[in-house]
Structure formats: structure tokens, C-alpha cells
């Protein structure tokens, strides 16, 4: 009888205290079939095309600057819901902002289902130049921690937080799961088309079509540079990003210099998010596709393990998942594992 009550309460116990988290997570996540559509023949084609073209709604955005301990700026583009329902924070990729497809497919679905989100924008991004020398990188998580740690219960917001980040918005969001408060601040969480391995994803985007991605961010940020110059107080930082035609090249010319780093592969070697994919304590969603014209397949978790689960399509692109009906497969795959976990 006495053994009978001791495994009643280790029971109750795994049920409904700090083991249920880990017990689920070792609940394989089943995904609902990717039927990607066969007009996008390609991972280039369907980046492309949910980038560009996709039909999307446009959320109903509030504005709020979030002023940050250290005395700089972001954005914050809320979609309020109601009372109680949980909180989904969305981390951008590299140039991005509340503006991309992506980032409106999601908070679409927040506001569809009444739920609060919110897009946190990275330093000097969302149409916001912010007032330090620094921009952002792919190991910069300390306003992903601000916000979460400070902000949210300055609000009195204490509901379920679910983190999302995407491509290299992911990267942040792995390093805050890994080395922040994840496991008191969030329920589930799911990373997008991240490159987990940045030299791996350098050299991949050196090749090929791919190169013009690289170009494409290099003219953004090449403007910002030109806006911030007597800030950075480095006339030759221009002249070299004008120059760039590859990552190694772009973060050798600007990031690395500008965020403390001796060159791109200390960068590269230190912020590579795949170092902190052990420590990340929260049900944890890899979302990606194996034709990732961003991401080389080689660098991308194989199976799931620990708290990541690695869900793999054939096809899908970067950011892509366009199923045969030109619609997001990837929005309700990643509010199915939110809301399972």
C-alpha cells in the first residue's frame, strides 16, 4: 500500500510539475504533411515567391519605441488580442521588419485566433535608425531579454509567452533560450530557417544564385551605414561594404569591426547559434527545408534532440513552405507545436 501511494505521488508530481515539460517534449511532434507547390520547382522560387508575392493580411499594428537601458531605441509592432490569451514575440530576420510576408502571416494568425503578438524589431530596423554605433548580429540577445525580463512585467503582462524568431532572428532567439531566463519567461518556442553554422551558411551563399541575396543585403545596409557615419567615425567601412560580394566580406567589412569582433571568423566561430542548441531548456521548434537556398543542408540538426525537435521538408526554401494552394504551410505548423508544447 505503501508503494502503491509513493508512485501516486511521483505521478501527480511528473504530471503537473517540473518533469511535464520534458516528458512532453519526448512526445515525437507530428507535423501535418508539406504538399509544397509544384509551380515553385525550387528552393529560390519558393523564398522568392513567399517573400514577394504571397497574399498576406495586413495586422493591425501599434507602434510602441521601446526606450533600452543603455540608451538606444527599437520598435515594437503590437497586435493586441484579448485579455489573458497568450503572447507571441516574434524576432525578425536580417533586414527585416513587422513589414515582411512572414511576420504578417504569423500575427495574422495571432490576431485570428485573439491572441496577443508583438514584432520586436532589431536595432535600426522597422523604419527606426537607432542612436548607437552598434546594429545588431546574430548573437545579440539582450533586448530579446530587456523586453521579456523588464518590460513585459513593467506592463503587467505575465500571460504564456511563446518565442519565435526567423532566420537570422532565430539565431538571437537561441542564444536568449540557451544563456537568458527561458525556462521562467517561455512556454514553446520555434526557430525559422535559421543558419545555425554562419560560416557554413557564408560559404553557401558565395555560390551561385545565391550571391544575389548577399547584394541585396549589402544595399540596405550600405544606406543605413551612410546615415550613421559620424556615428561609426570610419570612412572606410562604406567604401568596403560598397565592395562586398559575399557574407565573409560584408561581416568582415562592418560587422565584425563595428560589434567588438577581431574578423569574421571569430564572429562567425562564436555566434554560430549551433553551439547553443544543447542548452536551450524549452520545447524548442527547427523548422526547415533542405532546399534552403540560405542555409546548406549539411549544417541543419538531422533529427531532434534534447528540447529541439528538427522538423525537415524536402522543399520549402528560405522562409518559404508554400503549399499546392499558394498558402503558408509553415504559419499552422508552428502554432500546432506552440500549442501542443
Known sequence: MLHFGVKVIIFYWVASGPLR????????????????????PNGHFQSIFASLFMSVKHPDYRREILDLPDGDIIAADWVDGESGTPLVVLIHGMEGSSESRYARLLMSECSKRGWNGVVLHMRSCGGLINKHKQFYHAGFYRD?????????????????????????????????????NSLERVAAAAIISTPLDLGASADFMSKGFSRNYVVRFRNTLLLKYHLKSELIGDDSMAKKLAKAKTFWELDNAATAPIHGFRDAAQYYAEMSSKNCLKDIPVPTLYLASRDDPFVPEASMPQKSDGMVTSVLTEKGGHVGFVNQYGKSWMVPTVFKFLTEN
Do not use: C
Open 21 to 40: 515539460t520534458i516528458f512532453n517534449s519526448m512526445l515525437k511532434f507530428q507535423p501535418r504533411p508539406f504538399k509544397a507547390a509544384r509551380w515553385l
Open 144 to 180: 530579446i531579454e530587456y523586453f521579456l525580463d523588464t518590460r513585459l512585467p513593467e506592463m503587467g503582462l505575465s500571460q504564456q509567452v511563446y518565442l519565435l524568431g526567423v532566420s537570422l532572428g532565430g539565431s538571437q532567439i537561441a542564444h536568449y533560450l540557451a544563456k537568458g
